[in-house]
Nanobody, 122 residues
């Protein structure tokens, strides 16, 4: 089992920045890739970003490309999501997830955190 705990969410004005963190514990000796998803009220959970175990490859949703950066520190078992130039439409609960194969859709990930709220005011 792997436990994931997100932190770093909050309220920010449009154009501002936040950095989310996701700390992993448990069976972290496996080479999990990590992803970030988000879910706004009344909407489906959507993919935001993905990073491979080594950190050598990253993938982003078109809506966040150029504004968000995913990174990881395997020594700390932590993955980050740096969010810049935030927009009101980025408002959502952000979830991190761990998986072994594939990326981009929720079914590719085996473990999920409980989420952290990000609210962007206009």
């Amino acid at each position: 089992q792997v436990q994931l705990v997100e932190s770093g969410g909050g309220l920010v004005q449009a154009g501002g920045s936040l950095r989310l963190s996701c700390a992993a514990s448990g069976r972290t000796n496996r080479n999990f890739a990590m992803g970030w998803f988000r879910q706004a009220p009344g909407k489906e959970r959507e993919f935001v970003a993905h990073i491979t175990w080594s950190g050598g490859s990253t993938y982003y949703a078109d809506s966040v490309k150029g504004r968000f950066t995913i990174s990881r520190d395997n020594a700390k078992n932590t993955v980050y999501l740096q969010m810049n130039s935030l927009k009101p439409e980025d408002t959502a609960v952000y979830y991190c997830a761990a998986g072994l194969t594939g990326w981009g859709t929720w079914d590719k990930y085996n473990y999920w955190g409980q989420g952290t709220q990000v609210t962007v005011s206009s």
